[in-house]
């Protein structure tokens, strides 16, 4: 049997020392270098006990110790308990923390710096509070199926913008102290049935699309991944050598660890020899505290009898180590100071709501404006409509991890959530802002057609607050168990919406949404003059709405997927068993693959404000074939050199401040066999006065320009023509060129 813990096992024999430059991000890096880490690893590893091993690669047990996973302390070392604690968001089960944007809020921003910041701040947070390893970011689901119920946890369809989001996010958590855990890998792309289900994904469809991200996440040094509860290709994700060995730690290098989705490991000596290095939360939790544990003693049996290596255990071990002393937290780290199984206050939100605020507002997506009925100019009169226009009666955290869909959605439910501090509701920022303006502000704070209806009949402007929620399937809510049934908004939104616009000629659409809904019943309607994508944007909701609505700000975030005219247009479905369905053409890719016409494409927004595009120049190209460098975390070293530069000048020739997002498509030559008709490799957020303009560079490295060739196992440039398309969505392409290989 060939064993992939040799390329990590001496430090010697190391060769990941590269940390992505980022010296002009403001953040303090408190990252050293792997190999570093690693000596230090090294060091301590020879001072412990096989008990103290096994303490440290086995959780103490469900609910036994203050974070949601916790491991033994090796006294000897100095090495503490470590507190494991969700989540993506924010942090779970502690009252004053930042209910930051949803990851795909955060996406839909499309901002670099703030998706960094938001990063920096939930480590800053979490290391205030003695959390060692967050629980995230996430690329799994990345949102095969736009029905997934943890999608919204994530960030994008894209593997491209997810990848940069999970790059981003791990180096601002990890420069603030705590250890990121990119979850779930891998193919965790659904809520029903997640325990069981297999997820038989294609060699390339798996490089290409769903590995994809979690190679940024490598590559951003990600101390830990997570591996998740589904079966891959007829193995179980936390015990499939071929997904943890091969891919990740031998293809990808990755140096970190590995450890198991709460109650995502089946076996003792399966798990140890398939590559997971941590068993959470090291019992099994369906029957509570100490019962069901896989590892503890039964693994130092499983060493004593040969039946798993004693060097495999010292790698499991070597890994945690390595992965705490990278991120510094050998040094003064703070004790957790909360017990998760009774919530607690903490006051650890500093001013990170200005990261959430600037969320709330950038992510929005302007879809629809008719006649510039927005921004607002002072109206005499406006009626705000909708259980979405206000924070639910029993409060915003008035169930247990956001398990229900009463008032104002700001979040999806489940284990990627935090406690709101406060929620900004629509109505209550709407009010604020009518009250300087002299405007009247009537009211129907439910989803009754016939109330809304009246309420917005003599305003001059009606704003209905519609949204579709969904979350992970431990907790169903209004009977979704999970992963969404349709793509319409709950409560009969469209009804409301339908209702209101006819009897008001000005009805705003503001939508709060998991993820695509299916805008048909009204989008064409004149009376609905504007569609107001609003995410799913965190504590300042509220505020960032009236920000756009009222043009503080000029709309600039665009959509990081696709808004279909039917469902079947995502040619996706929930799985009932295992699912087999896995191919290159997701969302856009497909749309553009099968001449799919959506309702708004993937990368479409609105401004207030006007981008002209121009002065395309392109500049270097790869050599052709595969990438053959030196293994560095992320994969093989010449992927990640860049190899071509595009510009594009882009002016606002609008009348207002505003900012656009460039993106930039690739398409790939014919000799690439059966390649998506163009793929995101590209994009810049540039913030420009009205009558300025500013160059958009993108740095396109060799991955960008390969496709994965599963019989040569290798990363290819292909030659011939490459299509390079710079426009403002995936279906408004401003400027062409090409790279000729
Ligand atoms: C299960 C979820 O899938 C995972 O995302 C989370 O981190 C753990 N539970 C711990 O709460």
Redesign the pocket.
Known sequence: MRSYILPLLAAATLKVTALPANEAKSEKRAVIDWTTAYQKANASLAKLSVGDKVGIVTGTGWQLGNC??NTKAAGSIGFPSLCLQ??PLGI?YVNGVTAFAAGVHAASTWDIDLIRERGNFLGAEAKQLGIHVQ?GP?AGPLGKNPMGG?NW?GFSPDPYLTGIAMAETIEGMQAAGVQA?A??YIG?EQERNREKMGSNIPDRVMHELYLWPFADAAHANAASF?C??NKINGSYACENGGILNKLLKDELAFPGYVLS??NAQHTTTGSANGGMDMT??GSNFDTGGRTGVLWGSALQSAVQSGQVQQSRLDDMVRRILAAWYLVGQDQGYPTASFNSWRIGSSNVGGNHKTNVRAMARDGIVLLKNTDKVLPLKKPKSIAVIGSDSVVAPKGANGCADRGCNDGTLAMGW???TAEFPYLVAPLDAIKSQAQKDGTTVSASSNDNTGQGASAAQNAEVAIVCINADSG?GYITVERVAGDRPNLDPWHNGNDLVKAVAAVNKKTIVVIHSVGPLLLEPYIDNPNVVAVVWAGLPGQESGNGLVDILYGAASPSGKLPYTIAKQVNDYGTSIAAGDDSSWDLFIDYRRFDQQKIEPRFEFGFGLSYTNFTYSDLAVDGKPSAGPATGAKIPGGAKDLWDTVATVTAKITNSGGVAGAEVPQLYIGMPSSAPQAPPKQLRGFTKLKLEAGAGGTATFALKRRDLSYWDSGRQQWVVPTGDFTVSVGASSRDIRLTGKITV
């Open positions: 949601v996973g969700d989540g779970r629980l996430v943890r946890e855990c979850k779930h965790n997570m998740s509860y989705d709460w959470m939360p489940g284990s990627g992970e």
